[in-house]
Each structure stands twice: as structure tokens, then as C-alpha cells.
T-cell receptor
Framework: GAVVSQHPSWVICKSGTSVKIECRSL??????MFWYRQFPKQSLMLMAT?????????EQGVEKDKFLINHASLTLSTLTVTSAHPEDSSFYIC??????????????FGEGSRLTVL | LAKTTQPISMDSYEGQEVNITCSHN???????ITWYQQFPSQGPRFIIQ?????VTNEVASLFIPADRKSSTLSLPRVSLSDTAVYYC?????????????WGLGTSLAVNP
């Protein structure tokens, strides 16, 4: 299957700093990428949907000014956690879908990025 | 978006067949049923997808009755490495509308 790569896989930062997580589709073009957050022992919670070249659509309760999403190309989307605080510590996962109409829409997930805010 | 219900946890032994059933009473006409596997601290991995009847691939089978209000993931002869959380998702996968709602999944423990 297609490969989605996230970087970094883990990051530790001080409270108040900003952290950027990259999500790349390595062998296909992703018109849509999804960003999820997963707390321990919980399910994936969709944060936002990003479409290449347009503004991301955020889920209710997710602060768009805190979680900045940029999808500048068909192979790269970035999530920036601005002014991170300990409660932002979580496992962040991206997923990407291929071009519309190519298949029934299997989503390909990155390896995840574990953020720890001290 | 259709809500899904599946058992929180299941236990099995190596070599056994495991069947995980998911209920999705409000499934819509355009919805597909997709199962993912997730290991700790990893992103989910696609297992199988179907619309109706039976689908089989190299790792699993998916049984979907005619009314499509439930589905059963069947894992033949599980091994210890199949210990993971299994998620059943229902959604319209066409176009860009691939937004899915994730439940808690089924935590499968395979014992020696």
C-alpha cells in the first residue's frame, strides 16, 4: 500500500514553545489529509481536514489558531502546535487519501508523532 | 455518519479463529465498512474493506449480511502478533468525503 510518513516520531518541548509535525505522502498525491489526536487508551479524535491549496476545516472544539494546519502541496501537510502546554501532550496521527475517484478511499496513516510538553 | 458499536475487548489463543462483530444500524447507502488495526504508539493500518456480502484478502475476511447493519471481521489462526486494537468504521469513502468517526475499537489479546 501507499506510504505516509510523519516526522518527528516523537518530540519533547517546553511549555510555551511551538512544535511542527510534518506529514508526507511518499508515493502518491494526497488531495485530502486528516489530522487526529489520540490520548492514552482512547480512540482517534479527528482534529481537522486539510485540502491541498485551501484552508483546513476544523472539528468543533479544536482551536484553529492553536493548531495551525498547512497543506501547501499534494504530498505535504504540516500541523503546528503553537504555544504548547502540557495538556497538548498526545499522540498526533495524520492520514491521507488518494485522488478522488481512484479507489474506494482507503486511508493511509502515518506512524504517528508523540508530543510531550513539559 | 453512522455510529458503530463493537465489543471493548476480546481474548483468544494462538491458532484460533477470531470473529469481531460490529453493529452499524444507521449505515447509509453510500457507506463502506472498513476495518483497521492499531498497535500501541503506531498509526492504524488498513485490514479490509467491503460494501456487502463477503470480502477476503490475505489477512482477513469480512462478512456483511444483506441488511448491512452489522459486519464481522474474521481473523484466521491468530498469532501473538495479532494482539492489537481493531476498529470498525463506516463512511462514504468516495470523493473527498472520507471523514470517519472512530469508536473505541476492540482490544484483542492473543494468549500463548
Amino acid at each position: 500500500g501507499a506510504v505516509v510518513s510523519q516526522h518527528p516520531s516523537w518530540v519533547i518541548c517546553k511549555s510555551g514553545t511551538s512544535v511542527k509535525i510534518e506529514c508526507r505522502s511518499l508515493d502518491f498525491q494526497a488531495t485530502t489529509m486528516f489530522w487526529y489526536r489520540q490520548f492514552p487508551k482512547q480512540s482517534l479524535m479527528l482534529m481537522a481536514t486539510s485540502n491541498e491549496g485551501s484552508k483546513a476545516t476544523y472539528e468543533q472544539g479544536v482551536e484553529k489558531d492553536k493548531f495551525l494546519i498547512n497543506h501547501a502541496s499534494l504530498t505535504l501537510s504540516t500541523l503546528t502546535v503553537t504555544s504548547a502546554h502540557p495538556e497538548d501532550s498526545s499522540f498526533y496521527i495524520c492520514s491521507a487519501g488518494g485522488l478522488a475517484g481512484e479507489n474506494t478511499g482507503e486511508l493511509f496513516f502515518g506512524e504517528g508523532s508523540r508530543l510531550t510538553v513539559l | 455518519l453512522a455510529k458503530t458499536t463493537q465489543p471493548i475487548s476480546m481474548d483468544s489463543y494462538e491458532g484460533q479463529e477470531v470473529n469481531i462483530t460490529c453493529s452499524h444500524n444507521n449505515i447509509a447507502t453510500n457507506d463502506y465498512i472498513t476495518w483497521y488495526q492499531q498497535f500501541p504508539s503506531q498509526g492504524p493500518r488498513f485490514i479490509i474493506q467491503g460494501y456487502k456480502t463477503k470480502v477476503t484478502n490475505e489477512v482477513a475476511s469480512l462478512f456483511i449480511p444483506a441488511d448491512r447493519k452489522s459486519s464481522t471481521l474474521s481473523l484466521p489462526r491468530v498469532s501473538l502478533s495479532d494482539t492489537a486494537v481493531y476498529y470498525c468504521l463506516v463512511g462514504d469513502m468516495s470523493g473527498n468525503n472520507r471523514k470517519l468517526i472512530w469508536g473505541l475499537g476492540t482490544s484483542l489479546a492473543v494468549n500463548p
